[in-house]
């Protein structure tokens, strides 16, 4: 059997990656594929625990090279109980992020730690995307809907829109860090209209 896919999508808080995320699955269901949608931090019964560990509570709740611990952790998890197992089983594995937001959060933002969060990658995961799509958007805007939702897990955008801009220009670098994999996608448009493009690039891959 051939293993399936692995899709990501990336972008700052706000930013519609999570939506994209589902149209996405939705769509590949309808056409037929097995799918597998699924988040980080979480995907399994103990990155969900690590999940509100991280994303709830204080902004300087932790320090940087604990986040990337703690991350790398619920990614391990995620890897060995959800990803891996579908993607063998020849499913579609779709995540709401993976390893690139903790190369741009805590690798590029929090410090210069990205060389220590590759290192951890290599040596704990091991695994790319097939494909990943950063979904780009206005900072201001995104955040805007971020605190919106009010959804608890706000952890990151309380950190305000200085931090947010950072976190966009990390992701723009990130697409020239692995042009072969990662997608920029305007994400300051109607979310049917992103979803129709998205669409179309999965088909063609």
Request: hydrophobic share 40%.
């Amino acid at each position: 059997m051939a293993e399936g896919r692995f899709i990501t999508f990336e972008g700052i808080d706000g930013s519609g990656k999570s939506t994209q995320a589902r149209l996405l699955a939705e769509r590949l269901r309808g056409n037929g594929e097995e799918i597998v949608l699924t988040r980080e931090p979480g995907g399994s019964p103990g990155a969900e625990e690590i999940r509100q560990l991280l994303l709830t509570g204080n902004p300087e709740r932790w320090s940087a090279e604990t986040e990337i611990l703690l991350f790398t952790a619920a990614r391990r998890d995620h890897l060995e109980k959800t990803i891996l197992p579908a993607l063998a089983e020849g499913r579609t594995v779709i995540s709401d992020r993976f390893a690139d937001s903790t190369r741009v959060y805590q690798g590029a933002t929090r410090g210069d730690l990205r060389g220590t969060v590759d290192r951890l990658h290599a040596l704990m995961i091991g695994r790319e995307p097939d494909l990943t799509f950063v979904i780009d958007m206005d900072p201001e805007a995104a955040l805007r809907r971020g605190l919106a939702r009010k959804s608890g897990e706000d952890r990151f955008e309380d950190f305000g829109l200085g931090f947010q801009e950072t976190l966009r220009h990390g992701f723009l670098a990130l697409c020239h860090d692995f042009p072969k994999r990662c997608v920029l996608i305007d994400g300051n448009r109607e979310a049917a209209a992103i979803a129709t493009e998205i669409a179309e690039i999965v088909g063609d891959t």
